[in-house]
């Protein structure tokens, strides 16, 4: 069975399995969107969600975020962890929005890469779900380890693993087959150790 041939199988399987898979993390705008994938870092996305219900109240315009104090920030975030990075990254990129892109979140790759904080996982959550711009296949902890798993990438970098999947994942499935991944992990197969003949995908790719 080729790669091509195990990623069909396996994106049928996922979507019978999470027919509505999605992001999870509540936003109402793109810049929102973008505050929630910074915080997510190594934090729950209920937890993202928990601490953004009050944050999204507290700094509802882009302008609030310009203006906000970094300390006080930093105690509004403190429960996503690393906090003090995600304020400088956040409140920076705040700043640069609004002086050189005019109060909207970048549409495309290149330019929002140049966000502080802004990797390729967060660019593609971020461009794929605001404005359904789909240049890769976000690679968080999930998909990294459930690719090894399901035998679609040797590579132990997102950045390779990204580059394999996009290989052989249609073009047309980038975007939600990060979130069909997520779910997978989540409710079967979990980082924790198990059995693994239990996971669905697993007698799916006998």
């Not at 601490?51 to 975020?65: A, N, S």
């Not at 956040?90 to 892109?101: D, M, T, V, W």
């Amino acid at each position: 069975m080729t790669k091509k041939e195990r990623v069909t199988k396996i994106i049928i399987e996922l979507n019978k399995l999470f027919p509505r898979a999605q992001i999870m993390l509540n936003y109402s705008s793109p810049w929102e969107l973008l505050v929630a994938v910074i915080l997510s870092a190594q934090c729950t996305d209920k937890m993202v969600n928990r601490v953004t219900e009050k944050l999204f109240k507290k700094y509802p315009h882009l302008d609030d975020y310009v203006d906000a104090d970094i300390y006080e920030f930093e105690k509004d975030i403190f429960a996503t962890g690393f906090y003090r990075m995600k304020a400088k990254h956040i409140l920076a990129s705040a700043h640069i929005i609004k002086n050189r892109h005019n109060g909207e979140v970048p549409k495309s790759m290149s330019e929002i890469l140049m966000l502080p904080g802004v990797g390729r996982k967060t660019a593609n959550v971020v461009l794929g779900n605001a404005y359904g711009v789909v240049e890769g296949i976000a690679v968080d902890t999930h998909v990294m380890r459930l690719s090894h798993i399901l035998q679609l990438s040797k590579h132990t970098d997102p950045k390779n693993i990204e580059i394999d999947l996009m290989k052989v994942v249609p073009r047309k499935e980038w975007l939600r087959f990060t979130y069909l991944l997520i779910e997978y992990g989540r409710k079967y197969c979990s980082a924790r150790k198990h059995d693994h003949k239990n996971c669905p995908l697993t007698q799916l790719l006998k």
